[in-house]
């Protein structure tokens, strides 16, 4: 079974600073997505960044990259320019190949500082 | 984008009742859909998978019986939670896949229901 892991229960950063959020995880598979999302407190999930296993390159969207390392079956969120906005919960997420069910990490409780 | 519309957004209702949620997929068909409980500041713990037309596939430990799920159509299920007791006081929210033709990992998120039992 898929495990996901994330290790800091909370975070906090200074606005405009940039801070990274861990995550591991556990799978046989060869072929799987992983995923940021970001629930702020309306608890809407929020897609932030996606990675397909098989790509290499590490996903970037605007202020939000990855560092995806498949053989430590690692993928950490780097938030660049930290916004007040940005606080939230984020959750990392394993998703297999097949489009079944996601596995989610703990959460980690992201406080950007003004 | 995908978007799902999941009412109510909160519901207060007494102990012993039933109480039903709706998750549709509003321009998408919706082949897969699941249903989360999330306690707070915990993080979402699947319920079940449904599939249209098929009966859904509970996680262990999830009463059937109690939470009832139905996904009769391409753009909706529902949870339906029987006979209602302060213990079902939860954030829930569902989660819809098109198989067919989203993208790599297309997840669309419901905004979710707060269920309160009193």
């Known amino acids: 079974a898929q495990t996901v892991t994330q290790s800091q229960p909370e975070m906090s950063v200074q606005e405009a600073e940039t801070v990274t959020l861990s995550c591991t995880y556990d799978t046989s598979e060869s072929d799987y997505y992983l995923f940021w999302y970001k629930q702020p407190p309306s608890r809407q999930m929020i897609l932030v960044i996606r990675?397909?296993?098989?790509?290499?390159q590490n996903a970037t969207e605007n202020r939000f990259s990855v560092n995806f390392q498949k053989a430590a079956k690692s993928f950490s969120l780097k938030i660049s320019d930290s916004q007040l906005g940005d606080a939230a919960m984020y959750f990392c997420?394993?998703?297999?190949?097949?489009?079944?069910?996601?596995?989610f990490g703990e959460g980690t409780q992201l406080t950007v500082n003004p | 984008g995908a978007v799902v519309s999941q009412h109510p957004s909160w519901v207060i209702c007494k102990s012993g009742t039933s109480v039903k949620i709706e998750c549709r997929s509003l321009?998408?068909?919706?082949?897969?859909m699941f249903w989360y409980r999330q306690f707070p500041k915990q993080s979402l713990m699947l319920m079940a998978t449904s599939n249209e037309g098929s009966k859904a596939t509970y996680e262990q430990g999830v009463e059937k019986d109690k939470f009832l799920i139905n996904h009769a159509s391409l753009t909706l299920s529902t949870l339906t939670v029987t006979s209602a007791h302060p213990e079902d006081s939860s954030f829930y929210i569902c989660?819809?896949?098109?198989?067919?033709?989203?993208?790599?990992?297309?997840?669309?998120f419901g905004s979710g229901t707060r269920l309160t039992v009193v």
């Open positions: 990675q397909e296993a098989y790509k290499q």
């Open positions: 321009d998408f068909q919706a082949t897969t």
């Open positions: 997420a394993y998703g297999p190949h097949s489009g079944s069910r996601l596995t």
């Open positions: 989660s819809a896949r098109d198989h067919r033709t989203s993208g790599p990992g297309g997840y669309t």
